[in-house]
């Protein structure tokens, strides 16, 4: 890997949403700022180190425009929601395995009530008439 921090690699940035891709970008520049400032007071021990948090800088910076130009994209949700996915299909599956035991289960009287109920909106149709 290129001069940088390990922690900023690209494939790192790409796996980070936005709010966090900003969020290293506030730090980053705000090393920047500390090692400017270290320099400029000779208190600088590694000048490497500035080099490699500029390119940290430009990861990043490429990364955010990459998504605004729709050429890279955020990362899809998190893992999470496959979980909350695979739950609400089993719920549903299990919903339908009910479903099916009580329409097996009642059926002869769920057709007594479908014709009961057929009845009675035909004698209210014939008192309106």
């Known amino acids: 890997m290129a001069v940088g921090t390990k922690d900023l690699a690209p494939e790192q940035l790409r796996g980070l949403d936005d709010t966090k891709l900003a969020d290293e ?14 320099s400029a007071t000779g208190q600088l021990d590694n000048h490497g180190r500035l080099r ?4 940290d800088i430009a990861r990043i910076y490429t ?5 605004e130009l729709g050429i890279g ?8 929601p496959a979980k909350d996915e695979k739950k609400a299909e089993k719920k549903t599956a299990a919903k339908a395995d009910k ?3 009580v329409e097996k ?3 002869p009287e ?10 009675k909106a035909d004698k209210a149709q014939e008192a309106d008439a």
């Open 73 to 80: 994209s955020a990362p899809a949700a998190p893992q999470a």
């Open 25 to 38: 970008l506030k730090k980053a520049k705000e090393e920047l700022f500390n090692l400017r400032f270290q």
């Open 52 to 55: 490699a948090v500029k390119k």
């Open 110 to 119: 769920k057709a007594d009530k479908a014709e009961k109920k057929a009845k």
């Open 105 to 107: 289960a009642d059926k």
């Open 63 to 67: 990364e955010m425009r990459e998504r």
């Open 99 to 101: 479903a099916d035991k």
